[in-house]
């Protein structure tokens, strides 16, 4: 697993947003989204909900973010 995938998965677990996660590690939104995107696929599993108001995880999201904690 790549840790950039993992750090913006957790950033955005965090604030709630893609473009806040962006603003912490210096990318941009849509690279956040890409590697969370990626993650996702790795791990054959929805882990946001995403809407123009945010990012909401599911709840394998919030197991995933449980267990990285």
Same mark, same amino acid.
């Given at each position: ?5 993992? %750090? ?21 939104? /849509?690279?956040?989204? &890409? ?13 946001? %909900?995403? /809407?123009?108001?945010?990012? &909401?995880?599911?709840?394998?999201? %919030?197991?995933?973010?449980?267990? /990285?904690?």
């Amino acid at each position: 697993m790549e840790t950039a995938r993992c %750090k913006a998965f957790l950033f955005a677990a965090e604030t709630g947003s893609f473009s806040k996660a962006a603003e912490r590690l210096n990318y941009t939104t /849509s690279g956040v989204s &890409q590697l969370v995107s990626a993650l996702e696929e790795e791990l054959e599993l929805k882990l946001f %909900k995403r /809407s123009r108001n945010g990012a &909401q995880l599911t709840e394998s999201g %919030k197991k995933t973010a449980g267990a /990285s904690a």
